[in-house]
């Protein structure tokens, strides 16, 4: 089965470019997503992160000037793929503790307590002599995809 683009998506017009305002994390951080839905106080995107209304703005695309908004400064990747092709956008792994992607300062340090807990947890039943296989799978799967975003995160800082 060949897969299309969404129609919509080529009429870029129609998507609404969001970013965190200026000040709220650092420039390296501020990536331009794609609105997905929003509620009175907060914005999901296509790529799945969530984002309080108050701390983002509404932008132009990276690359192009629209009079009235602020230029988007960096477009996240994520968005585009997964706005342009809706049937691949896996919304499986929305439950997660531990996102796959991981943009800014202190959403990485929250992840770094979670993840430090959830190994608290399970080192203290390990050593009440509780192993529960399944829990073991779960918490491996959380720290690969912490590694993979913990990689991207320190990527993303090298580069400012």
């Not at 132009?60 to 009235?68: F, H, K, L, M, V």
């Not at 996240?76 to 796959?100: E, G, K, Y």
């Not at 979670?114 to 799978?137: F, K, M, N, P």
């Amino acid at each position: 089965m060949k897969l299309e683009p969404d129609s919509a998506f080529s009429e870029t017009k129609q998507f609404k470019h969001f970013q965190y305002r200026k000040g709220i994390v650092p420039d390296w951080c501020r990536f331009a997503h794609i609105r997905c839905n929003t509620t009175d106080s907060l914005v999901r995107s296509w790529c799945r992160r969530v984002f309080q209304v108050e701390e983002v703005e509404v932008c132009s695309r990276p690359g192009e000037r629209c009079p009235d908004l602020p230029t988007g400064i960096l477009e996240c990747t994520d968005c585009i793929v997964a706005a342009a092709f809706p049937v691949l956008a896996d919304r499986s792994d929305l439950n997660q503790m531990i996102p796959a992607r991981i943009d800014t300062p202190p959403e990485m340090a929250s992840a770094m307590l979670v993840l430090h807990q959830d190994l608290a947890d399970e080192e203290s039943r390990i050593r009440a002599g509780e192993v529960d296989t399944g829990s073991l799978g779960r918490l491996a799967a959380e720290t690969e995809r912490f590694a993979a975003a913990l990689r991207r995160f320190g990527w993303l800082a090298a580069r400012r």
